[in-house]
């Protein structure tokens, strides 16, 4: 048995000296190690031997085995460097060539736009101020003018975080606008101050969720920037000089701007401002729909209520707010016609700005 398994050895060491192709090495692996092979013929033998013999010759085979699938591994290490070094000596290779630049990454447009934002308000003397996401009923809607069963919560279709059968009247929720903020920057400044508070400058910037039909124009989550301004002596004036240095500073020095008597719970009275179009300067295109003018943002002066509930006296006290949609200000200025296009993550898009 030896002697056979000898001659088996030699056979198969001898052909895989002579192979140069992976093709002929696999049809060899299959002759000498396949199932069909002499080898394993004898490995399939071992049970008509004695007990005496059956040891000796499986461990024989055994190593005659190794040593073939050793050998293979070798011999079809040895072919594919050679087919790589066969491959590199047909290619030519210019080591004056400049190297690739990695590809960088940029600021998403949302993002240059609100940084600009606060760049204005920041040299206007504005502070940012940081407000939580996730706010009860009481700031988001009471707190704000919006007592329960207020027709305007309609417009702000909510996700809830705990329901009212949770908490009772004061449900946990997504805010639905950055206004919150103001109750919070108020009554935080109030309390430090609480005897005679001095002047409150502040912008809040933040996401704000609502439950709408994602389309075009409309989308589940925003940016929002929030602005509140709070002293004595207050006047309607100082709002809209501070939104029209704003849009000046925003859309270039001939930018012009007018106001236009709204309503919201939070302010009175009321206004929203616009600006006039820097596409087609006024003279009425797609993006402002022929008229002229592009809607930037919603201000006013804020209500007495919501004055007395931030801690401030309203006979004393006086204040104005605005907020503004920076995703809307971004498609206005770049002529985006879908908002979905900023949550997409489509680098065709993004790689534009």
Same mark, same amino acid.
């Given at each position: 048995?030896? @002697?056979?398994?000898?001659?088996?050895?030699?056979?198969?060491?001898?052909?895989?000296?002579?192979? *140069?192709?992976?093709?002929? =090495? @696999?049809?060899?692996?299959?002759?000498?190690?396949?199932?069909?092979?002499?080898?394993?013929?004898?490995?399939?033998?071992?049970?008509?031997?004695?007990?005496?013999?059956?040891?000796?010759?499986? !461990?024989?085979?055994?190593?005659?085995?190794?040593?073939?699938?050793?050998?293979?591994?070798?011999?079809?290490?040895?072919?594919?460097?050679?087919?790589?070094?066969?491959?590199?000596?047909?290619?030519? %290779?210019?080591? *004056?060539?400049?190297?690739?630049?990695?590809?960088?990454?940029?600021?998403? /447009?949302?993002?240059?736009?609100?940084?600009?934002?606060?760049?204005?308000?920041?040299?206007?003397?504005?502070?940012?101020?940081?407000?939580? @996401?996730?706010?009860? #009923?009481?700031?988001? &809607?009471?707190?704000?003018?919006?007592?329960?069963?207020?027709?305007?919560?309609?417009?702000?279709?909510?996700?809830?975080?705990?329901?009212?059968?949770?908490?009772?009247? #004061?449900?946990?929720?997504?805010? *639905?606008?950055?206004? /919150?903020?103001?109750?919070?920057?108020?009554?935080?400044?109030?309390?430090?101050? /609480?005897? #005679?508070?001095?002047?409150?400058? %502040?912008? =809040?910037?933040?996401?704000?969720?609502?439950?709408?039909?994602?389309?075009?124009?409309?989308?589940?989550?925003?940016?929002?920037?929030?602005? =509140?301004?709070?002293?004595?002596?207050?006047?309607?004036?100082?709002? !809209?000089?501070?939104?029209?240095?704003?849009?000046?500073?925003? &859309?270039?020095?001939?930018?012009?701007?007018?106001?236009?008597?709204?309503? &919201?719970?939070?302010?009175?009275?009321?206004?929203?401002?616009?600006?006039?179009?820097? =596409?087609?300067?006024?003279?009425?295109?797609?993006?402002?729909?022929?008229?002229?003018?592009?809607?930037?943002?919603?201000?006013?002066?804020?209500?007495?209520?919501?004055?007395?509930?931030?801690?401030?006296?309203?006979?004393?006290?006086?204040?104005?707010?605005?907020?503004?949609?920076?995703?809307?200000?971004?498609?206005?200025?770049?002529?985006?016609? #879908?908002? +979905?296009?900023?949550?997409?993550?489509?680098? +065709?898009?993004? @790689?534009?700005?």
């Amino acid at each position: 048995m030896q @002697e056979k398994l000898d001659s088996i050895k030699k056979e198969a060491l001898d052909a895989l000296e002579a192979i *140069t192709e992976i093709s002929v =090495l @696999e049809a060899w692996q299959v002759k000498y190690l396949g199932r069909s092979s002499a080898i394993m013929e004898i490995f399939k033998s071992l049970g008509t031997l004695s007990k005496e013999e059956k040891p000796a010759v499986g !461990k024989a085979a055994n190593i005659v085995k190794v040593a073939l699938e050793t050998a293979s591994g070798e011999k079809e290490s040895q072919l594919k460097q050679e087919r790589i070094n066969q491959s590199l000596a047909g290619e030519k %290779i210019d080591v *004056t060539l400049p190297g690739r630049r990695t590809a960088s990454g940029g600021l998403h /447009p949302t993002t240059q736009t609100l940084r600009e934002i606060y760049r204005v308000f920041g040299d206007m003397g504005f502070q940012i101020y940081r407000s939580q @996401e996730v706010e009860t #009923d009481q700031y988001n &809607f009471q707190h704000l003018n919006f007592p329960p069963y207020h027709p305007a919560r309609d417009m702000q279709d909510t996700f809830f975080v705990k329901s009212a059968e949770d908490r009772g009247d #004061d449900p946990l929720m997504l805010r *639905t606008h950055t206004s /919150p903020g103001q109750i919070h920057a108020m009554l935080e400044h109030t309390s430090k101050y /609480p005897d #005679d508070p001095p002047p409150i400058r %502040i912008i =809040l910037p933040g996401m704000c969720y609502r439950y709408e039909q994602i389309t075009a124009r409309s989308e589940i989550q925003f940016n929002q920037v929030e602005g =509140l301004a709070v002293g004595k002596g207050i006047a309607f004036g100082d709002l !809209k000089g501070t939104l029209s240095n704003f849009a000046r500073r925003m &859309f270039g020095q001939d930018a012009k701007t007018r106001f236009r008597a709204s309503h &919201f719970p939070f302010t009175e009275p009321s206004a929203e401002m616009d600006v006039g179009c820097f =596409l087609c300067k006024g003279e009425g295109c797609s993006v402002c729909k022929g008229a002229g003018w592009l809607e930037i943002l919603g201000c006013g002066m804020v209500h007495p209520t919501v004055l007395k509930n931030g801690g401030f006296d309203p006979e004393v006290y006086s204040g104005f707010a605005f907020g503004m949609g920076p995703e809307r200000i971004t498609m206005m200025r770049h002529h985006i016609e #879908d908002i +979905r296009n900023f949550w997409a993550n489509d680098l +065709r898009f993004l @790689e534009q700005f």
